[in-house]
């Protein structure tokens, strides 16, 4: 079955330091690829996607996402945080055949960061 | 900036009541879903509906019915709430990407 592992389920930071938080999944096929985030009090909005092409995805806020299909991973990178990416950030799976349909996609648990002014 | 809304943001209610959830999306999307979320876990679809007059459970049980008579409207409706239906329901719309609503915290004491 397939399955989604974000391997930090809590991350606190300083601001200006670097960020980096792993995800793993499990499926041998062609894949599309999301993180979300959810700011306190608000929706969950997309981050990025990754679909295919370039492997380095730019999102919004400065933040970037490495397809790695040999290591399975998309981790979700920014070199310099701010407290205001305090933030529950979930990634997301869904098999290319299910392109379009996000009934299939695939969550992890999520990853809270919490940045300190 | 996502167009979809939820209705309400917080409920507390007393075992054995009926309660509705409201979902609205202004942006004509034919997809729409409701997820279960809890802390500490992965969102569950519970029910997703590809178009009007169109639903279908998710992967995660639940006790929960939903409808599609109009495009932009998907409410969820439990008939007798239980302690163990207090979560967080997300509605989502979808074309391509997923738009989400701000959610309704439902307690049931």
């Known amino acids: 079955a397939q399955s989604v592992s974000q391997h930090n389920h809590h991350v606190i930071l300083s601001e200006a330091a670097s960020l980096e938080l792993g995800c793993n999944y499990s499926?041998?096929?062609?894949?599309?690829l999301f993180w979300y985030v959810q700011y306190p009090g608000q929706h969950l909005q997309l981050l990025l996607k990754?679909?295919?092409?370039d492997p380095l995805v730019k999102g919004i806020k400065g933040f970037e996402a490495e397809f790695i299909k040999s290591k399975f991973s998309f981790n979700l990178r920014k070199p310099s945080v701010q407290w205001s990416d305090t933030a529950e950030y979930f990634c997301a799976v869904n098999a290319e055949s299910n392109a379009g349909n996000n009934r299939k996609l695939i969550w992890g648990l999520g990853t809270s960061l919490g940045v300190n002014p | 900036e996502a167009d979809i809304y939820q209705t309400p943001r917080y409920l507390v209610i007393g075992t054995g009541k009926k309660i509705t959830l409201e979902c609205s999306q202004t942006m004509g999307h034919d997809k729409m879903y409701w997820y279960q979320q809890d802390p500490g876990m992965e969102l569950h679809l519970i029910h997703y509906?590809?178009?009007?007059?169109?639903?279908e459970k998710g992967d995660l049980s639940s006790e929960s019915t939903v409808s599609r008579i109009r495009t932009e409207h998907f409410p969820l409706t439990l008939e007798s709430a239980r302690p163990s239906h207090t979560s967080q329901y997300l509605c989502a719309s979808s074309h391509g990407e997923l738009f989400f609503g701000e959610g309704s915290r439902l307690t049931v004491l």
């Open positions: 509906s590809y178009g009007v007059n169109s639903t």
């Open positions: 990754y679909f295919s092409g």
């Open positions: 499926y041998g096929g062609t894949v599309n």
